[in-house]
């Protein structure tokens, strides 16, 4: 019986080890893969900023524009719809994201 358990002994401690190294692997996966979501929706919304201003740059372009020559000569209206469509966008993706929080 001496002899049953020094063999088993380390074989117990090897295989209560490796589940616990197995398991702490497995956390690390899960918040390696979190970490990668929360940075890949960091980036989009960087993204979806910087369009926000671009837009919004276009815009002011295009009226300042308009006002320094008297006439729109279709400028404003392009700049508006740009700057609209842009903003629809950022709306979609930050409703997007918030449905995905909720579920």
């Not at 890949?40 to 524009?65: F, P, V």
């Not at 400028?75 to 508006?80: G, I, K, S, Y």
Request: charged residues 25%; hydrophobic residues 40%; aromatic residues 6%.
């Amino acid at each position: 019986m001496e002899n049953f358990w020094q063999i088993a002994t380390p074989i117990i401690t090897a295989l209560i080890l490796g589940l616990g190294q197995w398991r702490i692997q497995v956390i690390i996966s899960k918040s390696d893969k979190k970490r990668e979501q929360i940075e890949d929706c960091r980036e989009q919304y960087q993204i979806m900023l910087l369009k926000a201003s671009n837009a919004s740059i276009c815009l002011g372009e295009a009226t300042a524009k308009a006002l320094r020559d008297g006439h729109t000569n279709g400028e404003v209206t392009h700049a508006l719809d740009y700057a609209q469509r842009i903003k629809q966008e950022q709306h979609d993706w930050i409703q997007t994201q918030g449905v995905k929080k909720i579920m």
